[in-house]
T-cell receptor
Framework: QKEVEQDPGPLSVPEGAIVSLNCTYSNSAFQYFMWYRQYSRKGPELLMYTYSSGNKEDGRFTAQVDKSSKYISLFIRDSQPSDSATYLCAMARNKLVFGAGTILRVKS | GAVVSQHPSWVICKSGTSVKIECRSLDFQATTMFWYRQFPKQSLMLMATSNEGSKATYEQGVEKDKFLINHASLTLSTLTVTSAHPEDSSFYIC?????????????FGPGTRLTVT
């Protein structure tokens, strides 16, 4: 069993839709939870990070962590074509462990 | 923001040759740099952790004699793929952690695509 599970998609939505991206994990030792965005042939860019259970909002992005269920989510409101990318969840204890990434396509 | 560069961005080499990839932190000092490998449609896999002035720590299954890492200064780490073979073809990404950083404050480079023919 992988430490971090993430549906690879692709997920295709119309412009303006609310997007929900999710990851589950098995190791309760993870302390930090991150979401990265990666455009094709580029390195990952940090979008959001959280430490505790609950929600964290930054503009159109909301990160949610439920440690009891070992489940994290990223919500994107009013999605734009420029949001089309691969979204990677990552978790940290003494190193980053990444999910496989979900390909998101926002159609105009 | 913190900027990390990689050079080259892509390289094609023949089987049996060696390739060096550079990772530089442009506007900050990085005591720790990380090297990842990413296959198409797969996750980033940590290969090794590199600390300035000391030997790199390799993840299980990564051949240290094949993937030579040197972190000679606070702004430069290099990865040399020795005697490359087609199965080494992949996307190699480095990240750098600032001296005040925690585990998650890693800034990623744009990646280097290696193709071994």
């Amino acid at each position: 069993q992988k430490e971090v599970e993430q549906d690879p998609g692709p997920l295709s939505v119309p412009e303006g839709a609310i997007v929900s991206l999710n990851c589950t994990y098995s190791n309760s030792a993870f302390q930090y939870f991150m979401w990265y965005r990666q455009y094709s042939r580029k390195g990952p860019e940090l979008l959001m990070y959280t430490y505790s259970s609950g929600n964290k909002e930054d503009g159109r992005f909301t990160a949610q962590v439920d440690k009891s269920s070992k489940y994290i989510s990223l919500f994107i409101r009013d999605s734009q074509p420029s949001d089309s990318a691969t979204y990677l969840c990552a978790m940290a204890r003494n190193k980053l462990v990444f999910g496989a990434g979900t390909i998101l396509r926002v159609k105009s | 923001g913190a900027v990390v560069s990689q050079h080259p961005s892509w390289v094609i080499c023949k089987s049996g040759t060696s390739v060096k990839i550079e990772c530089r932190s442009l506007d900050f000092q990085a005591t720790t740099m990380f090297w990842y490998r990413q296959f198409p449609k797969q996750s980033l896999m940590l290969m090794a952790t590199s600390n300035e002035g000391s030997k790199a720590t390799y993840e299980q299954g990564v051949e240290k004699d094949k993937f030579l890492i040197n972190h000679a200064s606070l702004t430069l780490s290099t990865l040399t793929v020795t005697s490359a073979h087609p199965e080494d073809s992949s996307f190699y990404i480095c990240s750098a952690q600032t001296t005040q950083g925690t585990d998650y404050e890693q800034y990623f480079g744009p990646g280097t695509r290696l193709t071994v023919t």
